[in-house]
């Protein structure tokens, strides 16, 4: 996902239920954050290794508000200077609709997914097929298409 801060701002942020390491990961999977996307998210060596690992990681990374794993999972090439994640927007679920390649047998990869959202108090979802490649070995976003934009 690429989504940046839109204006405008708001004023109070969306309460949001803090995610810890034995809470269910925000991407859906069947496991603790701390035994899926947040061990990716540490820092600590750990990448993803297929690119919907790294979506579903980068998809949590918007949940837990981790803008330096999104940075740093980026392509350098497409990579924002920073990332202001919008304290407005609230993610309600992440559903995986279709990949190709993108396992460890690939240099590239796709991941189709629908992402649901309440911004300012208002539902949403963004759909996006999402690019992926490998850089020094590690899989990176590259850039999306929005289907419904
Ligand atoms: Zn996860």
């Known amino acids: 996902m690429s989504r940046r801060k839109p204006a405008p701002r708001r004023r109070t942020p969306a309460p949001a239920p803090a995610v ?8 859906g999977l069947d496991a603790s954050y701390g035994a899926c996307c947040g061990r990716f998210h540490a820092g600590t060596g750990a990448t993803a290794p297929t690119a919907e690992l790294l979506m579903r990681s980068r998809y949590s ?55 649901g959202y309440v911004q300012d108090g208002e539902p949403g979802v963004l759909d996006e097929h999402s690019r992926f ?10 850039d999306g298409d929005f289907p419904e934009d």
């Open 20 to 27: 810890t390491a034995g809470s269910p990961c925000p991407c």
């Open 61 to 115: 990374a918007f949940v837990v508000g981790d803008a330096a794993y999104l940075l740093r999972t980026w392509a350098p090439e497409a990579r924002p200077a920073t990332l202001d994640l919008d304290p407005g927007t609230r993610w309600t679920g992440l559903e995986i609709r279709a990949t190709t390649d993108g396992t460890a047998f690939h240099q590239r990869g796709t991941v189709t997914f629908r992402a």
């Open 133 to 142: 490649v490998r850089h020094d070995g590690a899989w990176v976003y590259v």
